[in-house]
């Protein structure tokens, strides 16, 4: 089973407590794709720039990602610099050059069009709803948006959302979109905007899942080792959808074990900067944590 997403392959500058990283490897579709590549092929339909390492084509087609519609376009590649303080649950963005960005139009190969699992990450709304109409017919579609978007181009991102299966969200987007403070309400009503299934993130304190049939919660893994949290959502979204496309069904077990899969892979993102420690995962790892978070849930008898 192969899954397509769609999203920004970035260089990035990344201050945290832990140290700097520049140029470095990112953007939301490399690091959905570190995750979903455990469990299905990935397909990845971004743009890059004329300053874009060829090296970092290479790690990753390594990685067995399939970059068909990678397009290379004059100009410079998406950059994006932060910084972490604190807690690190938040990044100060302190620079963003859209570069090859701005004028950016998705285009993927006529048997790419039938990929039935599809990923939306957080990229203009237009973007999305371009891509989305030129698929035949998706079993699944997912997507992930960011506040940006919600107060910018709201009215778009709203038609997009009636056309989805699931809608991934932080706690802060999924608030300011709704404008509840409530989680639950506030994922009542996004699912009430069009997708099937809401999952809300919360950081270290989990995820929250929505549909109209039940209700699920999970807690994160507990990380004692926190390094980079760039890119920890959208490895969540790839350990997901990678799951879910390798399983090709839709039911309340299959989506809880595709959360717990997500949780333990974006656990491992945030113990090095960009994609050092997702990259080199494999199944034995997500496998092992995840027997660890079994037991940490557990109520016993």
Not at 134 to 140: G, N, T, V
Not at 155 to 172: F, H, S, T
Request: aromatic content about 8%; overall charge positive.
């Amino acid at each position: 089973m192969r899954t397509l997403v769609l999203g920004t392959v970035a260089l990035d500058d990344v201050k945290t407590p832990s140290g700097v990283r520049r140029n470095i490897l990112g953007g939301s579709a490399v690091h959905f794709a570190m995750s979903a590549r455990l469990f299905s092929r990935v397909n990845l339909a971004a743009v890059v720039g004329e300053d874009f390492p060829p090296g970092y084509l290479d790690f990753l087609r390594r990685r067995r990602i399939a970059l068909t519609s990678l397009i290379h376009d004059r100009g410079r590649t998406f950059h994006w610099s932060g910084e972490y303080r604190g807690d690190l649950n938040s990044a100060v963005t302190l620079k963003t050059d859209l570069g090859v960005l701005t004028d950016f139009k998705p285009e993927i190969s006529e048997e790419e069009r039938d990929i039935r699992y599809v990923f939306l990450a957080n990229v203009d709304p237009h973007i999305q709803r371009y891509l989305l109409h030129r698929l035949r017919s998706p079993k699944l579609v997912g997507l992930d948006s960011m506040n940006y978007w919600i107060h910018h181009q709201r009215p778009v991102l709203l038609r997009v959302l009636k056309e989805v299966d699931i809608y991934l969200a932080n706690d802060q987007e999924a608030r300011s979109l709704s404008g509840e403070s409530n989680l639950v309400k506030a994922a009542g009503y996004l699912h009430r905007l069009g997708p099937r299934m809401v999952i809300i993130k919360k950081g270290e304190h989990g995820v929250l899942f929505y549909c109209s049939s039940f209700i699920f919660c999970l807690p994160a893994y507990p990380a004692a080792r926190l390094i980079d949290p760039t890119g920890a959502g959208d490895t969540f979204a790839g350990g997901l959808m990678g799951y879910l496309a390798k399983s090709g069904r839709i039911t309340p077990s299959v989506i809880r074990k595709a959360i717990a899969y997500a949780t333990v892979a974006a656990s491992f993102n945030v113990e090095g900067f960009g994609v050092e420690r997702s990259a080199s995962l494999k199944m034995g790892d997500l496998e092992m944590r995840l027997a660890q978070l079994k037991d940490l849930v557990s109520l016993g008898r």
